[in-house]
């Protein structure tokens, strides 16, 4: 049976908010306030720096894209400047992330967000996948399990509480 898949984490934002940047005509070159975010993944804190050389909204999803493990994207929502801002990070608990600043640069904070918060939103929490193999329940970080049959892959696609019969000859 397989009980959960492993995901990466997903927080949109909604820049067009009034907590925001409070716009409904945004670009990607759109300025944003100068200051930091910390940006925690895996017990680990990267501190983003926005000065006047990349105070854009793109400025932001560029420093973001360098952080290992995290893609940060523009969605324009409505086709006429509604921009979201969505980050990503790689599959697996490990990878769940918080964004923390005190500064200029506060309305990114993800403390409190939810499934169903405004403007930032929880889209997709950070799981693990969790799978059983003859009554033995395991969990990995990843759907591509390469480390449970010797010289197989177990490719999980999508849960189930039926069992899967394997059948392999040599």
């Known amino acids: 049976t397989v009980t959960s898949l492993a995901a990466g984490q997903v927080v949109t934002f909604d820049l067009t ?92 904070n993800t403390s409190g967000m939810s499934s169903s918060s405004t403007p930032i939103k929880l889209s997709v929490a950070a799981t693990d996948a969790v799978f059983s193999v003859d009554g033995l329940s395991i969990t990995r970080s990843t759907n591509s399990i390469t480390d449970v049959f010797s010289g197989y892959t177990l490719e999980l696609n999508k849960t189930s509480s039926d069992a899967v019969n394997l059948n392999s000859a040599i």
């Open 17 to 108: 908010n009034s907590s925001m940047l409070n716009s409904n005509s945004l670009s990607s070159s759109s300025s944003i306030n100068t200051g930091s975010i910390d940006f925690t993944m895996n017990g680990q804190t990267t501190t983003i720096n926005i000065d006047n050389s990349n105070n854009t909204i793109q400025g932001l999803v560029n420093e973001v894209n360098k952080i290992t493990g995290a893609q940060a994207s523009l969605i324009d929502t409505t086709g006429s400047g509604g921009l979201s801002l969505v980050l990503k990070s790689d599959l697996g608990t490990t990878n769940a992330f918080s964004l923390s600043s005190t500064n200029n640069l506060s309305m990114f």
